[in-house]
């Protein structure tokens, strides 16, 4: 089962241990190999399955986990995931890996992977300003935008800034943001950045240059705004990961690593599949200029995900 396995078992022993907590002592090492490959097999399915629908919107990002190598060195792996909106509204959890190195040779892999296991339709790709994987997006998503995350984007702004300044940039920012259209943003964007050319020139500058990167979003349909401005709806389902991690602290390797957030994405892409839409479909359906697809049980507003 794998309530069984993935609470506490990322390896053999590990799983051993849990059955015996629970009562069930006797259970040999062959029984617990199988529990795992089992496991390991409904994983990479679930990894590798077919994608059927069109995703206008695609959310990465990437969490840090200890790991031991081949050596035994214990060191900090990159644990990728990749989500999506369904242009029928649903959430749904497309892509996980493992990386040691988050460059762009292994985002362009990743990418691909993703596009080569059926439709995409991906309109607009929300990440974070990592160099390889911005290069990635623009040749594996031809003609696709793409959204630099506007809270790690204020996490970087605000390290430009002296702590005694950081209250009233953020202030600032969030006036920015609370202009109705993407005309008055950046006409607001542009004055902060005039305002702050001699006090704050490297702020001044980054406010600058990053203008189309964080204003990308607005040139969609104004109640995804909130959702398509950053990679919070990962985030959210990060720390859903992280809370089950930290049981574990070391992982013995990238396979055990994989089994337990694989089950951990299955069970939670199980449940958005019978929750309420994440976004309503008319409204997705006005990023696509070719006909949209007849739905049953239209929901017109946009609902938080359900992470539990």
């Not at 040691?100 to 892999?109: C, L, S």
């Not at 202030?171 to 943003?185: C, E």
Request: contains cysteine; neutral net charge.
């Amino acid at each position: 089962m794998i309530a069984e396995t993935y609470v506490k078992g990322v390896s053999t022993r590990k799983v051993k241990n849990l059955v015996v907590a629970l009562g069930l002592e006797g259970i040999s090492e062959s029984e617990v190999s199988r529990m795992c490959s089992r496991l390991d097999a409904q994983v990479e399915a679930f990894r590798g399955r077919p994608l059927l629908r069109r995703y206008p919107y695609l959310w990465l990002d990437a969490t840090y986990e200890k790991v031991r190598d081949d050596s035994g060195r214990v060191v900090f792996m990159a644990l990728v995931v990749a989500y999506r909106v369904a242009e029928t509204g649903e959430p749904e959890v497309l892509g996980l890996e493992v990386c040691r190195n988050e460059d762009y040779a292994f985002w362009k892999g990743f990418l691909a992977g993703l596009v080569s296991r059926g439709p995409s339709g991906v309109a607009l790709v929300i990440s974070d300003a990592h160099q390889g994987l911005r290069r990635a997006i623009d040749e594996v998503f031809l003609g696709a935008s793409w959204q630099r995350c506007r809270v790690h984007f204020l996490r970087n702004l605000l390290a430009l800034v002296p702590k005694d300044g950081q209250g009233m940039v953020l202030a600032a920012m969030r006036l920015v943001f609370q202009q109705p259209d993407k005309a008055g943003v950046s006409e607001e964007l542009r004055a902060l950045a005039d305002r702050l050319s001699d006090r704050l020139p490297r702020v001044s500058a980054a406010l600058l240059a990053a203008e189309e990167e964080i204003l990308a979003h607005m040139e969609f349909p104004s109640e995804h705004w909130r959702q398509i401005s950053s990679t919070n709806p990962l985030e959210r389902l990060n720390k859903e990961i992280n809370r089950r991690t930290r049981v574990v602290g070391i992982f013995p390797d990238e396979k055990s690593l994989i089994r337990l957030i694989g089950a951990v994405l299955c069970e939670q892409n199980d449940e958005w599949m019978v929750a309420r839409r994440y976004m309503s479909w008319h409204s997705l359906a006005r990023i696509y200029q070719a006909g949209t697809p007849e739905i049953e049980g239209e929901v017109t507003h946009a609902v938080a995900i359900p992470v539990h």
